[in-house]
């Protein structure tokens, strides 16, 4: 088939790769408009048009997909279907229906799961222990399009959500060329999502990656992991603001107060509802992550400090 790829994150990259050596013609690549990145906030391609690049596919970078040059672009090229994985923008009923086939967008859950930007993420935050990925056919509503297929994905006790995403891009990157593959052969039919079951992702903001350390102490546990890598776990020391890696929880002790810190052999122990937590790297602000018991010793804390 003739296909326009579109995609944007590092997530996507997987799935380019597998159709750029599919036998499929990749005719342009649709990706977000080149963002500021790194200290220097120098204008930088996104890892999917990056990809596009070195294959010497060309790149499409409209403002929003509804611009009236893009669109007239996407007639010019025909495409039979336009696959999609994390694009980023949200795509008018008008431009949807211009590939013959549709847009097939692959969904980091198994929908009607975790519809919305943040699926791997609230997988995690919610404590589940099996996720997957979807292709499904594009429509008005958000994720909520017929599925052509679905895979699973075990979530493990110390995985985060950057780890969980990593596995389902490689493997939801065979799903889409699986399903490309099929629709080729005019062998694959949609089958509408169930009614039931329905939940949402949106994303996680800054706000929402704060720990609360009268929570429970599987509920920190999960909202570090669910925050990892981004947009990063944080709790305040000194009135400063420190990231967080994962952690693990401490069993083993007696219980703490809520954000008090307690430093023993080598282990910096935090406060929650129950047990206490392990934490495992600390980055404060303008520095590196580093492991919690050099921070600690670094810092000096003492008896009555906390987390905030």
């Not at 791997?120 to 222990?129: P, S």
């Not at 999960?222 to 020391?237: I, K, M, N, S």
């Not at 420190?242 to 052999?265: E, F, Y």
């Amino acid at each position: 088939m003739r296909l326009v790829f579109a995609g944007t994150p590092a997530a996507a990259v997987p799935s380019l790769r597998a159709l750029a050596e599919s036998p499929h013609e990749i005719a342009a690549v649709l990706t977000r408009p080149d963002a500021p990145k790194g200290r220097g906030r120098t204008l930088a391609r996104s890892p999917v048009g990056e990809l596009a690049d070195e294959l010497g596919i060309d790149v499409l970078t409209p403002g929003h997909p509804r611009d009236e040059a893009f669109v007239a672009t996407l007639r010019e090229l025909a495409p039979d279907c336009v696959p999609v994985v994390a694009y980023g923008a949200l795509v008018p009923p008008p431009v949807l229906a211009i590939p013959r086939i549709g847009w097939v967008n692959l969904h980091f859950s198994l929908l009607p799961a975790w519809r919305g930007a943040a699926p791997v993420q609230h997988a995690v935050l919610a404590g589940d222990e099996i996720t997957g990925a979807t292709a499904f056919l594009l429509e008005a509503g958000m994720d909520t399009g017929p599925v052509f297929g679905m895979l699973t994905e075990t979530i493990g006790p110390h995985d985060t959500a950057g780890d969980v995403l990593d596995r389902l891009a490689e493997s939801g990157a065979e799903l889409l060329r699986a399903t490309m593959d099929a629709l080729a052969a005019d062998r694959l039919t949609a089958v509408p999502q169930p009614t039931d079951g329905v939940s949402y992702a949106p994303k996680l903001e800054v706000a929402d990656a704060r720990v609360d350390w009268t929570a429970h102490a599987m509920r920190v546990d999960r909202l570090v992991r669910a925050c990892t890598p981004a947009p990063g776990a944080w709790t305040t020391f000194r009135e400063a603001r420190v990231k967080l890696g994962p952690v693990r929880l401490a069993a083993d002790v007696p219980p703490l107060p809520p954000g008090s810190l307690s430093v023993a052999k080598s282990r910096v122990l935090v406060g929650t509802a129950t047990v206490p937590v392990e934490l495992g790297e600390v980055q404060p602000v303008g520095k590196r992550p580093m492991a919690a018991a050099d921070w600690a010793r670094g810092v000096r804390i003492a008896d009555d400090e906390t987390f905030a």
